[in-house]
C-alpha cells in the first residue's frame, strides 16, 4: 500500500528557516514524481515544488530561491527546505506523489507551517 507521510512543520518566525519532510512507502521513486502542495483554509490548493525521477525541479515563482526539494532514494524521502520564511507562507503543507499514469497518485495528510511576523 502507497502511503505518503509529511512532518516538519511547527511555528517559526519570518526570516527563519525549516526543513519539512515526506516519508515515502510502497513505491519506486523510479516511477514516481514527489512534490509539495500547500493550502490555507478557505483558499485552493496550490503546487509549490517537485521533483522527478530524474531530478528536474521545479518552483513556484512565490518560492523560487527561497525553497529547495530534494529526495533521497534509499530512504525513500523527499525534502523541501525553507529558507527566509515569510508569513504568507503560513499553509497546511502536503505531499503528493504523481506515477506514470494519470490516475496513479497519492496524497499525504499535511503538516501545518506558520510563520509569525
Known amino acids: 500500500e502507497v502511503q505518503l507521510q509529511a512532518c516538519g512543520g511547527g511555528l517559526v518566525q519570518a526570516g527563519g528557516s525549516l526543513r519539512l519532510s515526506c516519508a515515502a512507502s510502497?513505491?519506486?521513486?523510479?516511477?514516481?514524481?514527489i512534490g509539495w502542495f500547500r493550502q490555507v483554509r478557505g483558499k485552493a490548493r496550490e503546487a509549490v515544488a517537485c521533483?522527478?525521477?530524474?531530478?528536474?525541479?521545479y518552483y513556484a515563482d512565490s518560492v523560487r530561491g527561497r525553497f529547495t526539494i530534494s529526495s533521497d532514494s534509499a530512504k525513500k524521502q523527499v525534502y523541501l527546505q525553507m529558507n527566509n520564511l515569510k508569513p504568507e507562507d503560513t499553509a497546511v503543507y502536503y505531499c503528493?506523489?504523481?506515477?506514470?499514469?494519470?490516475?496513479?497518485?497519492?496524497w499525504g495528510q499535511g503538516t501545518l507551517l506558520t510563520v509569525s511576523s
Open positions: 510502497g513505491l519506486s521513486f523510479d516511477d514516481y514524481a
Open positions: 521533483i522527478d525521477k530524474e531530478g528536474s525541479t
Open positions: 503528493y506523489a504523481q506515477g506514470p499514469w494519470a490516475s496513479r497518485h497519492y
